[in-house]
């Protein structure tokens, strides 16, 4: 058995707030799960949403701190790791800014919407296509929802269902 990967993770804002969306898929060599929750954790009046090696995003879910403070404490004790355990951090504070956090610290501050995961090219053209400003939170739930669908159909370590969060702003 290998090391369980999660997959794909958008944040799109909408008007009056960001939706955090994720599929529930956890894959390992042949193996796919579907998870219970999101594969997020609310922090500091945000929300943060993970992709890659689960146990490296479930050590950072556990840590304390700062976004950055969380990766910095979980990159010093597993240090030692493999060069491909990490994850991708899809992160929205509670002024509803998005950016996204690689393991290593770095940080992309983001526009009105991003993905990350192994579906995160083809979420992004997605919303590419039809994401438009100050829409409705049902609007955008409804195209996130098609989006994932689609993704799904392109890319095995994706699937439904889906698990929503929505960061007020």
Request: net charge neutral; proline share 2%.
């Amino acid at each position: 058995m290998g090391r369980w990967r999660v997959t794909v993770c958008i944040a799109a804002k909408f008007k009056g707030g960001v939706l955090c969306a994720t599929d529930t898929a956890v894959t390992t060599g042949g193996t796919r799960l579907s998870m219970n929750d999101i594969k997020g954790f609310p922090l500091n009046g945000g929300f943060a949403m993970y992709a890659g090696t689960l146990y490296y995003a479930q050590e950072i879910r556990n840590a304390e701190g700062t976004m950055r403070e969380r990766l910095d404490e979980v990159k010093e004790k597993n240090k030692e790791d493999a060069e491909d355990d990490g994850c991708s951090v899809l992160q929205v504070n509670k002024a509803g800014d998005i950016s996204i956090w690689e393991h290593y610290g770095s940080q992309i501050p983001m526009n009105d919407y991003a993905a990350i995961g192994s579906g995160a090219d083809l979420a992004m053209f997605g919303l590419d296509l039809v994401y438009s400003p100050e829409r409705s939170e049902k609007w955008l739930r409804e195209h996130v929802k098609n989006i994932i669908a689609k993704v799904e159909r392109r890319d095995v370590m994706v699937f439904r269902p889906i698990k929503w969060y929505t960061v007020k702003v």
